[in-house]
């Protein structure tokens, strides 16, 4: 009687992928991320039948938010998957891989193409039928939903505490500690924080106070020294007159203040009349805050003119076509146009685009490349003070931002249309947020 061999079952190469929102409780013996695995691993070990083996590789990211793919355990895991290394992905549940349903989307379509089986622990269903997929939508929807809800909670239990003049977190300002979660007066470093404020108010430029300043060895909270950027925002810090500032609202805050409301008005009043000497003797030596940049819409590059009336400077973006005489029938669109309107445009919809919740997050994620050490809240509150630093700026500071921020500036009969370049963003936020804290 002759028998059959049995069918080699063919092994599976599972990956576990386990990730957590915050970093908190991550330095436990046993925290959330090893709990999640031993349950995966212990899912993959009811299919040893079906030739499933969990892979020795981690994939965790502990700290990441499941709103975006920016993740380093998640891309391994992709570059794995691509290398042809993983059959199938495990994990707890499916708000663990993705919050986002468009993101989920975009990692199913690479599951499929490589041929790799998505698996949820919690969650009972395959992604490889119509019915699975339906189910695994309406999963996310509700994931994302709940993501979208708690980030509104927060939002507005922080706005609530800052009303009522609550410190809710961040770099702690110089001349103050953290006490009991507020802010409370440290007395050296306040009086140093009075003598920044009196050596601006008697200066006559923020090149002079800067030297003092190196002179006399006062530094950042963070050790660093003082630069022309973070100067200027030190002043326009209103903590110091004892307010809270949300959303440029201003609150009366719980911490005592250091400075009156008389030094803070003296500074501020050379501040602006430092500016106003500084765009005068600029002006003049200075380009155009969009040369190169702005173009009509047959691709006729325009540049700056300048005329003077009456002793008064006006400045122009004229199309080159117009220079070279171009005949008037193949013209198309504005061909002269004032600068003032145009740059004051193109600065408007920097300042709307900074404020949107879209670009914080996108400009979070960026300069986190570079700075680590910045969360999103910090990137939030520099990107909310950009008018205030773009005030400050001489000319040639402003055009070096617009360079970083715009890519090209259509002219046509609709108006005008900016192209912005999204990756400058991280530069700009990397540039208003808190010097890095050196390491001895």
Same mark, same amino acid.
């Given at each position: ?139 996310? *929807? ?26 809710? /977190? ?33 200066? *006559? *430029? ?22 022309? /950027? ?11 007159? /004892? ?67 009456? /002793? ?64 999103? !809240? ?31 500036? !259509?002219? *046509? ?28």
């Amino acid at each position: 009687m002759s028998r059959t061999k049995p069918e080699a079952v063919r092994r599976l190469r599972c990956a576990i992928y386990t990730r957590k929102s915050s970093e908190e409780g991550l330095d436990m013996e046993f925290n959330s991320l090893d709990a999640q695995r031993e349950a995966c691993e212990a899912y993959i070990a009811s299919q040893r039948a079906e030739g499933w083996v969990a892979l020795r590789d981690r994939y965790d990211d502990g700290g990441f938010s499941g709103g975006t793919l920016d993740r380093p355990a998640l891309a391994q895991l992709i570059a794995d998957i691509e290398a042809g290394l993983i059959d199938v992905v495990v994990v707890y549940k499916i708000d663990r891989l993705s919050r986002a349903l468009m993101d989920f989307s975009k990692l199913v379509e690479i599951f499929d193409r490589h041929g790799v089986t998505f698996v949820s622990v919690t969650q009972s269903f395959n992604t490889t039928t119509s019915m699975g997929r339906l189910t695994l939508n309406i999963l996310l *929807s509700f994931a994302q939903f709940e993501r979208e809800v708690i980030g509104e909670r927060i939002r507005d239990k922080f706005a609530a505490s800052r009303r009522k003049g609550m410190w809710m /977190g961040g770099p702690v300002p110089l001349g103050y500690v953290v006490k009991d979660r507020k802010l409370v007066i440290e007395p050296a470093e306040a009086e140093q924080v009075r003598t920044i404020f009196r050596l601006y108010a008697r200066s *006559s *430029s923020t090149a002079q106070v800067l030297k003092e300043l190196h002179a006399r060895g006062i530094r950042t909270k963070r050790g660093a020294v003082f630069d022309r /950027g973070y100067l200027l925002k030190f002043l326009h810090n209103k903590v110091y007159l /004892g307010l809270a500032v949300h959303k440029d609202e201003v609150y009366p805050g719980e911490h005592a203040a250091i400075i009156d409301r008389k030094l803070w008005d003296d500074a501020h009043a050379v501040m602006a009349n430092n500016r106003v000497a500084r765009a005068a003797v600029a002006r003049t030596a200075q380009p155009a805050l969009l040369r190169g940049l702005i173009f009509t819409e047959t691709g006729a590059a325009m540049t700056p003119h300048h005329t003077k009336r009456k /002793g008064k400077r006006y400045c122009y973006y004229t199309s080159m076509d117009v220079i070279r005489k171009r005949p008037a029938a193949e013209l198309r669109g504005p061909q002269r146009l004032p600068g003032a309107m145009v740059e004051d445009a193109v600065i408007g919809e920097i300042r709307r685009m900074l404020r949107t919740p879209e670009v914080a997050a996108r400009t979070a994620r960026a300069v986190r490349k570079d700075r680590p050490d910045l969360d999103e !809240t910090t990137v939030v509150a520099a990107l909310a003070q950009f008018d205030d630093l773009w005030k400050a700026l001489i000319p040639a500071e402003q055009a070096r931002i617009v360079q970083l921020l715009v890519a090209r500036i !259509t002219v *046509s009969e609709a108006g005008l249309a900016i192209d912005l370049r999204h990756d400058g963003l991280g530069a700009i936020a990397a540039l208003m947020a808190p010097p890095k804290k050196e390491v001895a």
